[in-house]
């Protein structure tokens, strides 16, 4: 039996192996593939990989872990799983170590682990972690798929530097729509707010106009390009509009539906619900990445670098749990947790 399986191998899943593996923790991180951030060309805010692309800091996130035999990796899904006692027996999916690499002093494929065969069937661990992540739906307009990650993006944080200069668009006129235009006039060389037919009030209108935001209120037909390059959003009436980047709304989801077959609580926008020490509602399951929130923030810590962070305070409240069990000593975050 694991110690711990963690279901997703992103900046929170990683980085919480990370810590657990320098606890001499036995470690399974289930890596899936490719992450939310896949088409976007570089990370940023990330203190000293600012720039990086996100494939590469997988690679260099694997690399650190090889450093502890005690975490192992292997490829595929976490697709259901079963409460036992003291622990959980997880269903998997898949095959293999992930990037056919050896990690952590040795593959896990075929074979028996922990009361299971880890190749496309199951395995048992003490406690879990589910940092599988978000996806994006994107209900925008016609072409925003191909632009995705690239000149169509939905985080000013992550993607506002390399706007300055430009000439953007922002999609829709709900009240954060409305900020985000006038955030990005600051640096952006012209900004233009696309209502797409919404409803915008007069006030706010105002306060675009009067900071210098082009306000344009017919339907979008379409965005067009060459490649991943944004050249024009294309309106069902009236001129196209030349632009070199558009800011679109994005609907996040859960990428993996293990949270809700456990019976995680989640709130009304899908995040799995946890306290401020990375627990779910479910005792033995924790929860870390953008997939999760407290109930104190809004919208979940979309950040790589807040990802990591998630993971590593996940790791190491998952250490003490089971120091708790093993010596039988007290919760140290029992007060949060009541």
């Known amino acids: 039996m694991f110690d711990v399986v963690i279901a997703g191998a992103g900046p929170a899943g990683t980085a919480a192996a990370l810590t657990l593996g320098r606890m001499c923790r036995t470690v399974l991180l289930i890596d899936a593939g490719e992450g939310r951030n896949a088409r976007a060309g570089q990370v940023h805010n990330f203190l000293t990989r600012d720039g990086t692309p996100p494939a590469r800091l997988r690679e260099l996130g694997r690399a650190d872990l090889a450093a502890y035999p005690s975490v192992r990796v292997r490829a595929g899904t976490v697709t259901d799983?079963?409460?036992?006692?003291?622990?959980?027996?997880?269903?998997?999916?898949?095959?293999?170590t992930a990037g056919g690499a050896t990690v952590g002093g040795g593959t896990v494929d075929g074979g028996t682990v922990g009361g299971g065969t880890v190749d496309g069937g199951t395995v048992d661990a003490r406690r879990l972690l589910l940092a599988t992540g978000l996806a994006d739906d994107l209900p925008g307009p016609r072409g925003v798929e191909a632009l995705w990650g690239r000149s169509a993006f939905h985080c000013p944080y992550c993607h506002g530097y390399e706007c300055a200069g430009k000439r953007v668009a922002v999609l829709g006129a709900a009240p954060a729509r409305v900020r985000l235009a006038l955030q990005l006039s600051r640096f952006a060389a012209d900004v233009?707010?696309?209502?797409?037919?919404?409803?915008?009030?007069?006030?706010?209108?105002?306060?675009l106009e009067t900071n210098g935001v082009t306000v344009r209120c017919e339907a979008v037909a379409r965005l067009e390009g060459t490649g991943d390059r944004l050249e024009q959003v294309v309106f069902e009436g009236g001129p196209p509009l030349a632009r070199e980047a558009v800011f679109v709304v994005n609907v996040p989801r859960q990428r993996s539906g293990l949270a809700a077959r456990l019976g995680c609580a989640a709130?009304?926008?899908?995040?799995?619900?946890v306290d401020e020490f990375a627990r779910t509602s479910v005792p033995g399951v924790y929860a870390a990445g953008d997939m999760a929130r407290r109930a104190t923030l809004p919208v979940p810590l979309a950040a790589v670098v807040a990802a990591a962070a998630g993971g590593t305070l996940a790791g190491a409240v998952i250490d003490q749990d089971l120091v708790g069990a093993d010596f039988g000593l007290p919760d140290p975050f029992a007060r949060a947790r009541s």
């Open 81 to 96: 799983a079963t409460v036992l006692d003291g622990g959980f027996r997880l269903d998997l999916a898949g095959g293999g």
């Open 192 to 207: 233009a707010l696309c209502t797409g037919g919404e409803p915008l009030d007069a006030a706010s209108r105002a306060t």
């Open 267 to 273: 709130f009304a926008d899908g995040c799995v619900e």
